[in-house]
């Protein structure tokens, strides 16, 4: 049996090497990869609760603040549906994606699909009932894709931050004319947080690659998060709810944590770098964010166009767990230094 810290170690370990044995040679990605802006505009709008309403008025907002156009796109909203505890805060809200639905419809869309694929039940009929999800798409009339078991295509990685190489992704996600990340805001205890990048190990496909999918553990959770969302090539955005968090030990057994904000962006580097802050995390000391800096998005305040809301008026204490009690800073700093390269 491999314990956690053994698992987080081999991750990082990964991308440690990887950046080490690339020094003085071509870089990990290739140049399709390379997609970092100058700047990225990154939302932050507060959002006390889970009233529906509400939600719809915020997500339009959110949309409009960032510029993004839905109109006679095909919208694919990918929440985070891992498991279901009844106790628990695992999963984005259900009425979050029903508002997001209505949102996008609203603005234009020619259609609004939502689609998972759960790392850890098979039975996502299950999932989808007993976290309430399913109740929400019947009222709102939306279809749902079931990514672990969707068509696939065989899809070449732009960058080599694990040995993977290539592959299969769903054709719901590759075929979107607009893909939207809504994870939840949460720690995770291998790779230090989870949002809108790491949520995207939702699209690799259970029936391809097994539950709980373990050939992107096998391969480095770090290097598998930079390597799935360097593949991608169509539009994307993030929608990170952080309404109610996970501290501690998630990103299935930690404990709730209100904020009472969501945070939009079309670069998942900063908007995840902006969600680690919102923590009290210092988006520097997550390898997969520090790597992603380099060619995918921007994780530097200074390159972070901060819209909406302050940052500083959300900003919470999670606790996380022993191994990233390094990657903490004083709530009232929120990580705003350099790089804490990854090979030290």
């Known amino acids: 049996m491999v314990s956690r810290r053994r698992f987080l170690q081999a991750g990082a370990g990964a991308v440690a090497a990887t950046s080490m044995a690339c020094r003085g040679r071509p870089d990990?990605?290739?140049?399709?990869?390379?997609?970092?802006?100058?700047?990225?505009?990154?939302?932050?709008?507060?959002?006390?609760?889970?009233?529906?309403?509400?939600?719809?008025?915020v997500v339009r907002q959110g949309l409009g603040i960032c510029g993004i156009s839905a109109r006679n796109l095909r919208v694919v909203l990918k929440p985070n549906l891992v498991e279901f505890d009844p106790q628990g805060v695992i999963n984005t809200h259900p009425t979050l994606v029903a508002a997001a639905i209505e949102a996008?419809?609203?603005?234009?869309?020619?259609?609004?699909?939502?689609a998972e694929g759960s790392?850890?039940?098979?039975?996502?009929?299950?999932?989808?009932?007993?976290?309430?999800?399913?109740e929400q798409l019947d009222d709102m009339g939306a279809h749902y894709v079931?990514?672990?078991?969707?068509?696939?295509?065989?899809?070449?990685?732009?960058?080599?931050?694990?040995?993977?190489?290539?592959l299969y992704l769903p054709e719901t996600v590759l075929d979107a004319d607009l893909f939207v990340s809504m994870p939840k805001?949460?720690?995770?205890?291998?790779?230090?947080?989870?949002?809108?990048?790491?949520?995207?190990?939702?699209?690799?496909?259970?029936?391809?690659?097994?539950?709980?999918?373990?050939?992107?553990?096998w391969a480095g959770i770090d290097g598998s998060i930079i390597d799935i969302n360097a593949a991608l090539s169509g539009r994307r955005f993030n929608i990170i709810d952080g309404i109610v968090g996970m501290e501690g030990n998630g990103p299935i057994q930690g404990?709730?944590?209100?904020?009472?904000?969501?945070?939009?962006g079309e670069d998942p580097v900063a908007v995840d770098a902006t969600g680690a802050r919102l923590m009290s995390i210092d988006p520097w000391k997550l390898r997969y964010l520090e790597a992603t800096d380099a060619f995918l998005g921007n994780v530097g305040e200074d390159r972070i166009e901060a819209r909406?809301?302050?940052?500083?008026?959300?900003?919470?204490n999670f606790d996380v767990v022993t191994a990233f009690e390094e990657t903490k800073v004083e709530p009232s700093t929120g990580g705003a230094g350099g790089p804490a390269r990854i090979d030290k």
Do not use: C
């Open 119 to 134: 790392g850890h039940r098979r039975d996502s009929q299950y999932l989808l009932t007993a976290s309430g999800l399913q």
């Open 255 to 264: 404990v709730a944590k209100q904020v009472g904000v969501l945070v939009f």
């Open 146 to 166: 079931d990514l672990n078991h969707d068509r696939v295509r065989r899809t070449v990685l732009k960058s080599s931050f694990t040995d993977l190489g290539e």
């Open 308 to 316: 909406g809301e302050s940052l500083s008026s959300f900003r919470a």
């Open 104 to 114: 996008f419809r609203l603005e234009g869309a020619r259609e609004v699909v939502v």
């Open 28 to 57: 990990p990605w290739t140049p399709e990869a390379a997609k970092k802006p100058a700047n990225s505009p990154v939302a932050i709008l507060g959002a006390p609760d889970y009233d529906e309403t509400r939600l719809v008025e």
């Open 185 to 217: 805001l949460k720690t995770h205890h291998w790779a230090g947080a989870t949002l809108s990048m790491k949520n995207l190990f939702g699209i690799v496909p259970g029936a391809v690659y097994g539950w709980p999918k373990n050939p992107l553990h």
